[in-house]
């Protein structure tokens, strides 16, 4: 009976330590939207969901630097959304500011210092389309230059297998990180919602994952499944902006 209680009492003092408490919330989900910048729909929605959530924020645009306000006053991450070159779709798409193979390495650079100017408070920055500027090592090279002299962080959205990203980040000391999930790549909410339910079981097996959504024609729709399913989450993983993935990361706020 005695070697029982001692037992029982060990059990007891371990449940309610910080160690224990650290391995209950050591799974950590980040969940980044995509697309702000142009008064989208489902904005102010997303920002008002009950988590910290990564906002990806497109410079140039007429809601750029009231949407960085308004996602930083929320408590949220923001990152810049910087428009690439796809393989394929018409340049005009990307909106102002663009990314493309076609530019020289002066020009390359001119355009992402001047996002970065551009978007209050972002310490990272991903990119919106560039599947064909991402596989370009010239290009990216120069963007992870840009991103490292202002101690930003880059995720690799992985909008295609062949993304050069990973390879340079590790070169040049960038930190970095890869996408695991999109939620909305097909528009419907029967996808999103299935999309959802499947992450939930993914973080069973996973001690961080990413997940992208967006603003937009999807919008709405997402903060719909969000809404239902971030309790959920919230039961295995611990919702977390994306600098908190990235062992030693010191954030620097690039405020106005």
Request: with cysteine; glycine share 6%.
């Amino acid at each position: 009976m005695k070697v029982f209680v001692i037992f029982f009492c060990l059990l007891f003092s371990f449940a309610n330590s910080p160690l224990a408490d650290t391995q209950v919330q050591k799974k950590e989900l980040a969940i980044v939207i995509d697309d702000l910048g142009n008064n989208m729909k489902g904005t102010e929605e997303i920002l008002k969901l009950p988590a910290t959530l990564t906002v990806a924020i497109m410079p140039f645009l007429p809601t750029t630097v009231q949407d960085a306000e308004m996602a930083h006053k929320y408590g949220h991450e923001v990152i810049i959304h910087l428009p690439m070159e796809p393989k394929r779709g018409k340049k005009s798409w990307l909106g102002p500011g663009a990314i493309t193979t076609d530019l020289s390495n002066e020009e390359i650079r001119r355009r992402v210092k001047a996002a970065i100017k551009d978007v209050p408070h972002a310490v990272g920055m991903n990119h919106h389309m560039g599947s064909k500027a991402t596989e370009d090592e010239r290009v990216m090279r120069i963007v992870l230059e840009v991103c490292r002299e202002n101690g930003l962080y880059y995720l690799d959205s992985k909008t295609t297998g062949k993304s050069v990203i990973k390879k340079l980040a590790e070169e040049m000391n960038v930190p970095y990180l890869e996408n695991n999930f999109f939620f909305d790549h097909v528009y419907t909410t029967q996808h999103i919602t299935k999309q959802a339910s499947i992450l939930s079981k993914k973080l069973v097996d996973h001690e961080q994952f990413i997940a992208i959504g967006h603003v937009g024609v999807t919008g709405i729709k997402v903060v719909n499944v969000l809404k239902q399913y971030i309790p959920v989450y919230k039961t295995n993983a611990k919702i977390v902006p994306l600098s908190e993935l990235i062992p030693g990361f010191e954030l620097i706020d690039k405020g106005p």
